[in-house]
């Protein structure tokens, strides 16, 4: 296992309440990613960091923000959360930005009621 | 943009069967190109990968190769198992940032 924890694992939540998702490593990676999974769309990329404060947009960012005050934590902030963020949320981390393997964490399923 | 296509599902077939699931991709330059697999509950884990061309990338029975010149990077394993039976994410690794771009996902279902 890449040393990658996501909390909380399961949550439900009501529309319009902020939520925030950690993802925390022990692998002293550089890169960090947040993807969301949903039917038919496989995974696509909401945010990621290349390092501590240092954070860019993926294709479907808009309702989202992040932040990354240490090397080791990447949180990803719902506002104020809608039903239609109701999803699977992956956390992945990467030594680097090229050929090497990007290590996913084993998910955490948000509910938004 | 970057993209990447594979076959949609869901697969079904008979343990022992030979597998193919086809992955294209839209790229420029040359990227890495992976093959992810899920099973239920799960995250994601690496099965195989391929950094240039002509590279073949093989585990647990599963080979894919990238082809440069039809952009390609088919999943192939001569026997399936019902052990096999997950979804199957193809994807490139992205000069910007260095992300992974995936295809749909390919869901595979072994009966014994």
């Known amino acids: 296992d890449a040393g990658i924890t996501q909390s909380p694992r399961h949550k439900v939540t009501e529309t319009g309440t902020p939520v925030t998702l950690r993802c925390h490593q022990t692998?002293?990676?550089?890169?960090m990613y947040w993807y969301r999974q949903d039917p038919g769309h496989g995974l696509r990329l909401i945010h990621y960091?290349?390092?501590?404060?240092?954070?860019d947009k993926g294709e479907v960012s808009d309702g989202y923000s992040v932040s990354r005050s240490k090397t080791e934590d990447f949180l990803l902030t719902l506002e104020s959360a809608t039903s239609s963020q109701t999803s699977v949320y992956f956390c992945?981390?990467?030594?680097?930005?090229?050929?090497?393997?990007?290590?996913f964490g084993e998910g955490s399923w948000l509910t938004v009621v | 943009g970057n993209s990447v296509t594979q076959m949609e599902g869901p697969v079904t077939l008979s343990e022992e069967a030979f597998l193919t699931i086809n992955c294209t991709y839209t790229?420029?330059?040359?990227?890495?190109l992976f093959w992810y697999v899920q099973y239920p509950g799960e995250g994601l884990q690496l099965l195989l990968k391929?950094?240039?061309?002509?590279d073949k990338g093989s585990n647990k029975g599963f080979e894919a190769t990238y082809r440069k010149e039809t952009t390609s990077f088919h999943l192939e394993k001569g026997s399936v198992q019902v052990s096999d039976s997950a979804v199957y994410f193809c994807?490139?690794?992205?000069?910007?940032?260095?992300?992974?771009?995936f295809g749909q996902g390919t869901e595979l279902s072994v009966k014994p």
């Open positions: 992945a981390i990467s030594m680097d930005s090229s050929g090497n393997t990007i290590y």
């Open positions: 692998e002293n990676h550089r890169y």
């Open positions: 960091s290349y390092g501590v404060k240092d954070t």
């Open positions: 790229a420029t330059g040359y990227p890495s």
């Open positions: 391929a950094t240039k061309a002509d």
């Open positions: 994807a490139l690794r992205d000069n910007q940032g260095g992300k992974l771009i």
